[in-house]
């Protein structure tokens, strides 16, 4: 209970009832068939980002190791 608690305080402190109320908004916008395909494409950006992030990460050890190798390769 506690970690929702925290997560509707970052969110603003939003009630249930308004949350309720955005969900319904957002439904009656889009219709129950295009919500999936936007949870999809949702989805499909995130894992984007993170596989991004793992590219970055992975090279900028890559960069770490060669440095590494030229300083010992001057000793």
């Given at each position: ?49 993170k596989?991004g ?21 001057k000793?």
């Amino acid at each position: 209970m506690t970690t929702t608690m925290t997560t509707l305080n970052f969110i603003g402190g939003l009630g249930l009832s308004e949350v309720l109320v955005i969900a319904l908004v957002v439904l009656l916008f889009f219709g129950g068939k295009k919500i999936p395909e936007l949870m999809k494409g949702l989805g499909k950006g995130v894992r984007s980002f993170k596989d991004g992030m793992k590219e970055v990460k992975s090279g900028l050890d890559d960069d770490d190791k060669e440095e590494t190798k030229t300083e010992e390769e001057k000793k």
